[in-house]
T-cell receptor
C-alpha cells in the first residue's frame, strides 16, 4: 500500500483564477493518476501523470486547462486553470501499486469556484 | 462507454443486516474492483476480482462476477454503522491497461444503528 497526501484539502477560488493541487506519496511509484469527481457523481480519469514526460490526457481533458507536472516518482501537481463554476469538484490523485490495477487514493481536494 | 452502473443508487438498512449492491458494465474486462468512499473523501480499495474468477471473499465482503451478464455484486454481511459510505465498482477494458479504470455511478449505503 501507499500513503498519499494532497494539498490543499479544500479551497474556494474566484472565477478566472488557477489553483495548483499537490500530491505526495510516501514511496516511489510508477503509476500516478488524477481524477475529477463532480458533485454527486462518479470519478472520471483526467490524466496519467508520467515521470519525466508529458501527461497522458483522457478524452475531454486538455493540457492547457489541466497542466500536470511529475518531477519525480513521489510527487505530482495538477493545476486547474482559468477556473469556472463548472470546475467545482473533488480532485483526487491515486497511485497504482498492485499487479492487477489496484489503486490507492489521496484524500482529495474539494474545490469550489465562485 | 465502458462506464458501469450500480444499483441500487441508494440503500438503507439496519445494523446487522446484509447489504447487496450490483454493478453492470458494457464491454469485456480484465478485472473488476470495488471501492468505498466515505463522505466525499478518498477512495479505499476493497477487493479485486479477475475476469476468470467467479467469486471472491475478504472478511465480511463477498464479490461475485458473471462475465456472461457483464455484472458483479458486492455483499457486505453483518453490516455496521461504520460501513455507511458510497460504494463504487471500477473496471478496466480487456486488452487495455489494468490501471485505466472506469468507475460506476456508485451506491450510497446507509447503515442505521
Amino acid at each position: 500500500s501507499a500513503v498519499i497526501s494532497q494539498k490543499p484539502s479544500r479551497d474556494i477560488c474566484q472565477r478566472g483564477t488557477s489553483l495548483t493541487i499537490q500530491c505526495q506519496v510516501d514511496s516511489q511509484v510508477t503509476m500516478m493518476f488524477w481524477y475529477r469527481q463532480q458533485p454527486g457523481q462518479s470519478l472520471t480519469l483526467i490524466a496519467t501523470a508520467n515521470q519525466g514526460s508529458e501527461a497522458t490526457y483522457e478524452s475531454g481533458f486538455v493540457i492547457d486547462k489541466f497542466p500536470i507536472s511529475r518531477p519525480n516518482l513521489t510527487f505530482s501537481t495538477l493545476t486547474v486553470s482559468n477556473m469556472s463554476p463548472e470546475d467545482s469538484s473533488i480532485y483526487l490523485c491515486s497511485v497504482g501499486t498492485g499487479d492487477h490495477g489496484e489503486q490507492y487514493f489521496g484524500p482529495g481536494t474539494r474545490l469550489t469556484v465562485t | 462507454s465502458q462506464q458501469g452502473e450500480e444499483d441500487p443508487q441508494a440503500l438503507s438498512i439496519q445494523e446487522g443486516e446484509n447489504a447487496t449492491m450490483n454493478c453492470s458494465y458494457k464491454t469485456s474486462i480484465n478485472n473488476l474492483q470495488w471501492y468505498r468512499q466515505n463522505s466525499g473523501r478518498g477512495l479505499v480499495h476493497l477487493i479485486l476480482i479477475r475476469s476468470n474468477e467467479r467469486e471472491k471473499h475478504s472478511g465480511r465482503l463477498r464479490v461475485t462476477l458473471d462475465t456472461s451478464k457483464k455484472s458483479s455484486s458486492l455483499l457486505i454481511t453483518a453490516s455496521r454503522a461504520a460501513d455507511t459510505a458510497s460504494y463504487f465498482c471500477a473496471t478496466d477494458a480487456e486488452g487495455g491497461s489494468n490501471y485505466k479504470l472506469t468507475f460506476g455511478k456508485g451506491t450510497l449505503l446507509t447503515v442505521n444503528p
